[in-house]
């Protein structure tokens, strides 16, 4: 019973959990696919940026869509 998940427990997951992807969906496309690549395709930094074809020095794009994502999630009501 200690490894179950508590109904409160999954409630607040799975609410969390929401309001992340609406936040997901209200950035560029370029980004939402950059973190969909990195995340769920499992792709490295230099695979997701060569993707893009974008330079690997300098500042990636999966490191920028995380900074842009942080930063709205920053703002969200707890």
């Known amino acids: 019973?200690?490894?179950?998940?508590?109904?409160?427990?999954?409630?607040?997951?799975?609410?969390?959990?929401?309001?992340?992807?609406?936040?997901?969906?209200?950035?560029?496309?370029?980004?939402?696919?950059?973190l969909a690549l990195r995340h769920f395709e499992h792709l490295t930094n230099s695979e997701t940026a060569w993707c893009w074809k974008c330079r690997t020095g300098g500042e990636r794009p999966y490191v920028r869509a995380l900074q842009k994502l942080k930063k709205i999630l920053q703002v969200m009501p707890d």
């Open 1 to 34: 019973m200690g490894n179950l998940t508590s109904p409160s427990s999954a409630f607040v997951r799975a609410e969390t959990a929401g309001q992340v992807d609406a936040v997901i969906q209200t950035m560029d496309a370029i980004d939402r696919e950059v």
